[in-house]
């Protein structure tokens, strides 16, 4: 009792509740036999814990991962079709972020949404999102698509995020929690894989909702099984994996401090650090699962961005070049290897043919672009240049998310999207270089921060923002609000300088 579980940084109690939630969401789904019945039983559930939990956004992550968003609508009345299509993070944010929204806005304390320049960057790609649909849609849709999904999906968890998620202690714990459901989907994953069964594709049956997700994908000649668990698609496990990676490394144990004064009796216990590489492992284990490769390529640009923002740059750049060039020399040299490089982005010809459509896509969505390049065309799906990337499923898979925002809303549109990142990002970077002590806590939670952005950044160039990954990015987006202003609330207030009449501050 009291100690910390499976030595990460989060109480007994917290680590029960999330895994109690886990449980009862994943049993709930499986033997309610029907959709209405499993989202009651969950909302309850939810209502009732929402009360003891002090983080929302890490019960917020721990539900978002565990169900695959199933949905379905809620039939409406007076010549209005439905009311909502209704899923398990419209549901989060219903019933655990909306709540807390209430909470936070009637704190004084608490930013003004607005005041932070992310905030008036999101606020106009929002306002742009809907202005777009409103021409082409019914007033009801046009409200459901582009103001309440919105508003549940983007808005709520970015804002709770950036300002509940503004303590070391909160950000390890996101970590943490991030840390242990990669875990979980790291296991499913390898029985997936083994026993070429996904445990999830026949759940929307039992459910009784239509689901065009969960289908089996086969990656090469041997027709190896791309898993999925319960994300829904293979690109979306393995883009989870990677940000349950880098997260991971903020609640890597560190060797206790020296006390001055104090002889050390006996050697000090590894087990927390071989818990650690072993966990790591397993979560290594769950990013190659899907055999994905834009995550991979994600995670070695996280990875290099972590390990070259810390101190001792040059040797941290050493160890990974080593590194590198060991892994490669084993795969050149070994038949296993060999294949293994058939597997790899750039390089490997295993489903080439994926990357001559994203080739393909890129030049084509610009042609489109270009018809309409201020503000976009929200319906680009209908212009006949599309019609050549048709696939062989009936569909035109946009899989690239700065195409899809500027397809729709024009190169404002995505100046607006991609200036949240960049913003956000330069509020990182400006914090790591404020924070005088490199080693500290802070300082490697902006590191990590960084490096999972970057990461984020760099797979949604090859994976649109489907099912869960917007919710994922906006809360990340978030957390780096949340640790820039952390950061300035610890840094010395500026001291007035003095010239003369006039007072100025640095």
């Known amino acids: ?183 979980v989907l790291a296991g499913i994953a390898a029985f997936e894989s083994t026993r070429s069964w996904l445990l999830y594709s026949a759940l929307d049956d039992a459910l009784r909702v239509p689901w065009l997700f969960g289908s089996y994908l086969m990656r090469g000649e041997g027709g190896q099984l791309r898993v999925q668990a319960s994300m829904g698609h293979s690109l979306v496990l393995g883009y989870t994996m990677v940000i349950a990676l880098i997260m991971f490394t903020l609640v890597k144990p560190k060797p206790p401090k020296p006390v001055p004064g104090r002889r050390a009796s006996g050697s000090p216990s590894r087990l927390p650090g071989i818990a650690w590489i072993a966990g790591a492992g397993l979560l290594v284990v769950g990013l190659i699962a899907p055999l994905s490769r834009g995550p991979w390529v994600g995670a070695v640009a996280g990875l290099v961005v972590l390990s070259l923002s810390g101190p001792q740059t040059m040797s941290r750049l050493v160890r990974l070049t080593v590194v590198g060039a060991v892994c490669v020399g084993v795969l050149l040299m070994t038949p296993a290897g060999q294949g293994i490089i058939q597997f790899l982005p750039f390089v490997g010809t295993v489903d080439s043919f994926n990357v001559t459509y994203r080739q393909r896509l890129f030049d084509v969505s610009i042609e489109v672009i270009l018809q309409r390049p201020i503000f976009g065309a929200y319906d680009f799906m209908a212009n006949p240049l599309l019609e050549q990337m048709r696939q062989g499923e009936g569909i035109i898979d946009i899989v690239n998310s700065y195409l899809g925002v500027a397809l729709r809303n024009g190169l404002v549109g995505l100046g607006l999207f991609m200036g949240v990142f960049v913003t956000v990002l330069w509020g990182i970077a400006s914090s790591l270089k404020a924070i005088p002590d490199k080693t500290s806590d802070e300082h490697q939670a902006g590191r990590v921060l960084l490096a999972t952005l970057i990461a984020v950044m760099v797979m949604i160039a090859t994976l649109s923002s489907i099912l869960t990954v917007g919710m994922m990015y906006f809360v990340l987006l978030g957390m780096g609000v949340g640790y820039r202003q952390m950061v300035l609330a610890k840094l010395p207030a500026p001291q007035p300088v003095t010239a003369g009449r006039f007072a100025m501050r640095r």
């Open 1 to 183: 009792a009291g100690q910390r579980p499976l030595g990460l940084p989060m109480s007994p109690e917290d680590f029960s509740r999330r895994r109690n939630i886990w449980y009862a969401a994943t049993l709930f789904a499986f033997l309610a036999h029907n959709f209405w019945v499993f989202m009651v039983l969950l909302a309850i559930v939810l209502a009732f814990t929402s009360k003891r939990e002090h983080n929302p956004i890490a019960l917020y992550l721990v539900v978002l991962i565990a169900i695959p968003p199933f949905f379905a609508e809620i039939p409406g009345a007076l010549g209005i079709e439905h009311i909502i299509a209704l899923d398990v993070p419209r549901l989060l944010g219903l019933v655990l972020l909306l709540p807390a929204w209430f909470v936070l806005r009637a704190q004084p304390q608490v930013d003004r949404f607005g005041s932070l320049l992310p905030d008036r960057l999101l606020a106009a790609y929002l306002v742009l999102y809907f202005a777009a649909q409103v021409p082409y849609d019914s007033l009801t849709n046009s409200i459901r698509l582009g103001l309440v999904y919105p508003f549940l999906e983007v808005f709520l968890p970015y804002y709770v995020a950036s300002r509940t998620i503004r303590s070391f202690k909160a950000f390890q714990d996101v970590a943490a929690t991030f840390a242990v459901m990669g875990m």
